[in-house]
């Protein structure tokens, strides 16, 4: 049988499935049966953006279903195979969608993830572009041996790729106690192989958040997906004909497939491509794709990769654990000059790992001193921060806090596995040198465990922190003559820009000035470059003609002009990876702002996903604007339509988070006192404004008395 006929032969078994379990749910629950999966604004988001289908219910589906078989032609032709392909996808999600149509949350209960909510696949934007998600891999079916698979998703793991896993490979994966989930960045998604529509859905999504391609658009996904998606499969015979079909949807993607089976399957450079050695399945799968990972080798007994970010350690499996609220802990970046340095020394004064009582609090101070030509002390922070990430990226090491409120968990595993103190300033020597080498010239790590010296020590860091904090808080967008701009996001949202001032961060909440500032230093002509303010032309909303200038170049022509503090006027676009998302609410005239991680409805009644769909891939859309935790604080948020005073509900997690400075900006600016209790959240009004409008009121919430908001 031709690799023709086995696509069109899978695409046919695809679809007998999907006719058939959208039959019998049709027959069971009604044609009118609503069909969502959790936490999306896009539908079934394959059917939506290649056919631009809304469906929302099963009658709905049966309509997309007779719009995908338009797509089955048979001539054996290279285009057809791909249609059918791209078909069996869209058939996949129909089976899905029935899945989800029978019960809201299939998946639960079982290894499986199932379908990625909007919110995952923003998060995912941030790490894409600075590479430390470097590619993502589907892996299908179960390799040969458990063994087998157990190395392949290891060593992807390792790399910094995204592992999905799809078929009977997740059974092999569970028996292996390997550790799984969004956080670790591997997904087991579904046993079954039409689980491959979430997987095909991040890729519709991304094209549509990140890249405003319009939905119905086939030829701009697709053009999305092969410039935009680093992504690629392997597949492990024997091979079903339906894998063979997805196989070919993922070719029509651009995404390689790269399989150990060669009955019937010949190579195609850099789109089919066998490789019967297990061993060598990695290198080939990244070369077919090109891509290139960024490795430091680091002489310590543990894997250091950003896939371990997210790793939690639980009490029962910690070794050593530090606590800056219980003991003293801190941490510290130091700028020394050049002769007061021995590069790569790393000490360690006081007791190490062998040495620590299980269950009690370790003292901890690390000091990380840094020379060099370019350093300076704005980017002690900035450095500093990159402890935090550093840690997280060893296995067995998780890191929490920042300052003298650190919290570092050691595992038992990687304690039995030789890790030591030592390998922390390892570590932080090692990445903080690769990925600043045009700053730092020298760099040595003190770190002390001698309870009897910490205290002092501690003191002595905070001299540095208060320092610090004086030089942040008289930063203000007045006070210096140049902000910066950022593009990381053009890789994914090809016409953004962020511009990055003292007073408002970048909006995926991960770029401060300081951070566009070491970055420009780091590569003058990298991602951020700096921005004039010279020629002011209003106050109020925000405007310079040189910020609009360097809008204009950096999003090559597609924006012309952006206020830094309005929402109503030209306001700053979004990429997607925003950590909130603020719109305006019409009864109150105020502003609801909700974050990422809640997933309830705001009183606009919109959830995130829903709010954070009305703007993305680079657009100005009024009324609605993308920004990070930190500016909800700040004295420019809004500043144009009133300020802080327009926020009338944030979800109650997100108010604890900026309670204390947002109360503290309320009282300097406007003398209010505790500010955050005046704003409502979800537990006083979802969906429902009225509720809120009556805790406004009994609150004398300062909003009723300002203007209304005009467009
Ligand atoms: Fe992307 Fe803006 Fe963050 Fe830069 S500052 S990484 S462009 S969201
Ligand atoms: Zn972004």
């Known amino acids: 049988m031709s690799l023709f006929d086995r696509v069109f032969s899978g695409a046919d078994v695809m679809l007998s499935v999907a006719e058939d379990q959208l039959a019998t749910a049709v027959n069971d629950l009604g044609g009118d049966a609503h069909v969502t999966f959790p936490n999306t604004a896009y539908f079934l988001s394959c059917i939506y953006a290649f056919l631009a289908k809304e469906v929302r219910t099963l009658d709905d589906l049966n309509e997309a279903l007779k719009a995908i078989k338009e797509l089955l032609g048979r001539e054996q032709k290279l285009g057809d195979a791909f249609s059918n392909g791209i078909a069996t996808a869209l058939l996949a999600e129909v089976i899905e969608g029935v899945k989800y149509a029978y019960n809201p949350a299939p998946y639960e209960g079982t290894p499986c993830h199932g379908h990625m909510t909007d919110a995952e696949v923003r998060a995912l934007g941030v790490p894409l572009v600075t590479g430390d998600i470097c590619g993502v891999v589907v892996l299908a079916n179960p390799a040969p041996t458990v063994a087998e698979a157990v190395d392949l998703i290891k060593d992807y793991q390792r790399r910094g790729v995204y592992v999905f896993l799809l078929g009977g490979i997740i059974g092999q994966a569970v028996e292996a106690g390997i550790q799984m989930g969004v956080d670790l960045r591997v997904v087991p998604v579904s046993n079954d192989g039409w689980g491959v529509a979430h997987i095909i859905s991040v890729v519709a999504r991304a094209a549509m958040i990140f890249g405003a391609v319009k939905a119905g658009d086939f030829e701009a996904v697709v053009d999305y ?10 597949a492990f015979g024997p091979l079903e004909d339906i894998v063979v079909a997805i196989g070919a949807g993922a070719i029509a993607l651009g995404f390689p497939v790269i399989t150990n089976e060669t009955k019937n399957v010949w190579s195609v450079p850099k789109s089919l491509i066998v490789q019967t050695d297990l061993a060598k399945m990695v290198d080939t799968s990244l070369e077919a794709r090109n891509i290139k990972v960024k490795i430091t080798n680091i002489d310590i007994p543990v894997s250091v990769s950003s896939a371990f970010e997210g790793e939690i350690i639980r009490k029962a499996q910690v070794h050593a654990d530090i606590y800056g609220a219980r003991v003293n802990a801190f941490e510290l970046v130091r700028t020394k000059d050049l002769h007061e340095i021995e590069d790569h020394a790393i000490t360690v004064d006081g007791p190490d790992l062998d040495a620590v009582e299980v269950g009690a609090f370790m003292p901890i101070g690390i000091i990380v001193d840094i020379a060099g030509k370019n350093m300076q002390e704005d980017f002690e922070p900035v450095f500093e921060r990159k402890i935090h990430q550093f840690l997280n990226m060893v296995e067995g090491i998780m890191h929490t806090g920042q300052r003298d409120m650190i919290r570092i968990r050691i595992s038992k595993d990687a304690y039995a596995a030789g890790f030591r103190i030592k390998h922390i300033g390892e570590v932080l020597y090692a990445k903080l040198k690769s990925d600043f080498e045009a700053i730092i010239d020298k760099l040595q790590v003190s770190i002390i465990t001698d309870p009897a010296k910490l205290e002092a020590l501690r003191a002595d860091a905070n001299k540095f922190y208060d320092k610090r904090d004086e030089r942040l808080a008289s930063l203000t967008d007045e006070s210096v003559d140049t902000f910066y701009n950022c593009i990381l996001c053009q ?98 005239n105020g502003v609801v702002i909700v974050n990422r991680e809640h997933s309830g409805f705001t009183p606009i009644g919109m959830t995130f996903s829903e709010m954070a769909s009305e703007t993305g891939g680079g657009v100005q859309t009024p009324g609605f604007m993308g920004h990070g935790k930190h500016f909800i604080a700040s004295k420019k948020f809004l500043k144009a339509e009133g300020g802080i005073k327009r926020i009338v509900w944030m979800p109650k997690a997100l108010k604890e988070m900026v309670h204390d400075r947002l109360n503290a900006t309320a009282k300097t600016l406007y003398d209010i006192d505790d500010f955050c209790s005046m704003i409502a959240d979800e537990t006083i009004a979802e969906e429902d404004p009225s509720a809120m409008m009556t805790f406004l009121s009994d609150k004398k919430h300062p909003v009723l008395e300002m203007d209304p908001l005009e467009y």
């Open 225 to 234: 997906a092969f410039h935009r998606v680093p992504a690629f499969v392997n």
């Open 491 to 588: 890789s994914f949202s090809p016409s953004h820009v962020c511009v990055v001032t003292p007073e408002r961060l970048g909006l995926c909440g991960a770029v401060s000035w300081f951070d566009g500032k070491a970055t420009y230093e780091l590569d003058p002509n990298g991602p951020c470059q700096p921005v004039t303010k010279n020629k002011l032309l209003d106050e109020r909303v925000g405007s310079w003609e040189d910020v609009n200038e360097a809008v204009k170049k950096h999003s090559h022509g597609a924006l012309d002009k952006v206020t830094l503090y309005s929402i109503l006027v030209d306001p700053m676009t979004s990429c997607g990876c925003f950590e909130c998302i603020c719109g305006i609410e019409p009864t109150s």
